[in-house]
């Protein structure tokens, strides 16, 4: 499953076995599941 962190834009490979949801890079604990689809914006009128 892959992961981005919110903070510094860096792609994360997380396993659950490990430590925990955390990015590698920076530490920062907020991170966000990668779709692999566009999700397009929807117009709100
Ligand atoms: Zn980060």
Do not use: F, N, S, W
Not at 1 to 20: A, H, L, N, P, S
């Amino acid at each position: 499953m892959g992961y981005k962190c919110t903070r510094c834009k860096q792609k994360v490979e997380i396993d659950y076995e490990y430590t925990g949801i955390r990015c590698p890079y920076c530490g920062h604990r907020i991170l966000v599941k990668e779709r692999p689809t566009t999700i397009k914006p929807i117009k709100a009128e």
